[in-house]
């Protein structure tokens, strides 16, 4: 192989965390354009990490390879075009003849562009163009204002980035090992980690005996998805707390710090649970499912987000999942083109049937669990009571006119006096209730069923009362998240406590520096009748 014919180079580098946080992972995504020009994701990429010197001064370092990517020491062979040229002679020696075929594209082609500018510029005046550290050829030193912190595309910040900028440098690889033209990013001051917030208490109304394993805790909560975090809607949250490797940190110190058995999360993008959510709910003894919604991703690969549920494996069992999709469900029982539009939305729900365990063993006992995210548009109530009948017609179609309980949660996008949570409650709707007057293409004449016979009860209302608010944003406060329990088997001993409105507003609205997302998080811990 010519050396000299590898030809790729990085067009960009695209940043995710640009304002580094404390502990918070800096991530990068490489593009790079081949010979022919044509841009594309390579396969590999090397990258080099530094955080800038305290105070920017220059720091004394024992010399390295002048490949960028090695850390030996040793000095078995030197370019002859620098040697020559007696510029950078520092920058010139190699550790063996593997790292100079290595690195030998992006060095040759930095050194003719130092000659080109100047041939008899000294190291300190001319230094490897930016390559990566400043050589002092008269010494074993290097002079560097970069201290080397990393080599993977992702660098999670310390304590001791606190203050300074970071740098780093990416190469393409080949399938050779040669390296291509590399690019570079310098980052913002790295912010330090804002105090967590305090955390969030439980109201208990009823002694919880811990041998009863009929007790479990149910947590709900919309993340807020990063495609949805940003500074046009939010424009009062700092934008670095906006940043998904910042919040992710938060978020998942948060949901951890609840002890949930069961969580129900809305708006995990499909790639966060794949890369993030999964695994570390997997290490502290959880399983999860997850259903995307049908929208489209628009181009961007795993980036459309859904719904996750988790349940700790010690104390349920899986039996049965249901994914309900809403938009399949309306081809199947709707030809009209402009009720269709109307209906397809994209959203989608998914439902457990799950058996307690008692120390590992089975009881025969079953909870059905749901989690949803309905529409959001306040002026579609009708798609909402559409949606919301379709789960109630599943989910009494699981019960098979039994007595089971059922847990049914998620974020609604409705508030407690409209239509959707009155069908829930009450098992029907007013015919003049004022969400049933809106219905533009008649979908609510269309359906055949909207009533249930499930005794369903909201559990912040059937205790403290319902929530004042569930989503405090600069532009909408309202209750929209709920946790409602079957009250012919559960009974609810405790609720978690909602946010007051001075510590919402401390940082204006949510999201903020202490909370990660425009929604709080809802818990109640339940309790199975048939348990003594």
């Known amino acids: 192989m010519s050396t000299t014919a590898w030809q790729e180079s990085l067009v960009r580098v695209d940043v995710l965390g640009c304002v580094p946080v404390e502990n918070c992972a800096v991530e990068l995504t490489p593009v790079a354009k081949y010979g022919s020009g044509t841009p594309g994701k390579t396969a590999e990429f090397a990258c080099v990490w530094y955080r800038a010197a305290p105070n920017n001064g220059f720091i004394r370092m024992q010399r390295t390879c002048a490949n960028p990517i090695c850390e030996r020491k040793e000095k078995v062979l030197q370019c002859f075009f620098l040697h020559k040229h007696k510029v950078c002679e520092g920058a010139s020696y190699f550790c063996s003849p593997a790292c100079f075929r290595v690195a030998f594209f992006p060095h040759i082609a930095r050194a003719r562009k130092i000659v080109a500018d100047g041939e008899t510029q000294s190291d300190q005046q001319n230094p490897l163009a930016d390559m990566f550290e400043k050589y002092d050829s008269a010494s074993d030193t290097v002079l560097t204002k970069w201290i080397r912190v990393g080599t993977t595309l992702s660098y999670k910040t310390t304590r001791q980035d606190v203050g300074s900028v970071l740098r780093a440098v990416v190469y393409p690889v080949n399938e050779h090992g040669a390296l291509g033209m590399p690019a570079e990013v310098i980052t913002e001051p790295v912010q330090l980690m804002p105090p967590p ?106 980036k ?84 919301a009948s379709v789960i109630l017609n599943e989910l009494e179609r699981l019960s098979n006119g039994q007595s089971v309980p059922i847990v049914l949660c998620g974020d609604l996008n409705s508030l407690p006096t409209s239509a959707v949570l009155e069908l829930i409650t009450r098992g029907s709707v007013r015919p003049d209730h004022k969400d049933m007057k809106k219905d533009a293409t008649g979908v609510l004449a269309q359906i055949s069923k909207l009533s249930h016979s499930l005794p369903l009860q909201s559990s912040y209302a059937a205790t403290v009362g319902e929530a004042p608010y569930t989503n405090y944003t600069g532009h909408f406060v309202g209750t929209l998240d709920y946790i409602f329990f079957s009250t012919d088997c559960l009974r609810v001993n405790g609720v978690l406590e909602i946010l007051s409105e001075d510590t919402v507003t401390q940082h204006h609205a949510l999201p903020s520096v202490a909370w990660s997302s425009d929604h709080m998080a809802l818990a109640a811990d339940l309790q199975l009748m048939s348990f003594h």
């Open 197 to 302: 917030p305090p955390p969030r208490k439980m109201i208990m109304f009823n002694h919880v005996d811990p041998s009863n394993h009929g007790n479990f805790r149910v947590l709900t909560y919309n993340i807020l998805a990063d495609i949805y975090a940003t500074n046009q809607v939010y424009p009062y949250c700092e934008s670095w707390a906006l940043q998904w490797p910042f919040r992710r940190e938060r978020l998942m110190r948060e949901i951890s710090s609840y002890k949930a058995d069961v969580i129900a999360l809305q708006e995990v993008q499909a790639d966060v649970f794949e890369n993030t959510l999964q695994g570390h709910m997997e290490s502290q003894g959880y399983t999860g499912l997850y259903k995307m919604k049908a929208r489209s991703t628009m181009g961007q690969e795993g």
């Open 304 to 387: 459309m987000d859904g719904c996750a549920f988790f349940f700790r494996h010690s104390r349920f069992a899986l039996v049965q999942h249901n994914e309900v999709d809403f938009d399949s469900i309306a081809r199947s029982t709707f030809s009209d083109k402009e009720q269709l539009n109307r209906l397809i939305k994209g959203n989608v729900a998914h439902i457990f049937v799950m058996e307690v365990l008692v120390n590992g063993q089975r009881t025969d006992e079953h909870v059905i669990f749901c989690n949803t995210h309905l529409f959001w548009d306040p002026e579609c109530t009708e798609v909402k009571i559409w949606q």
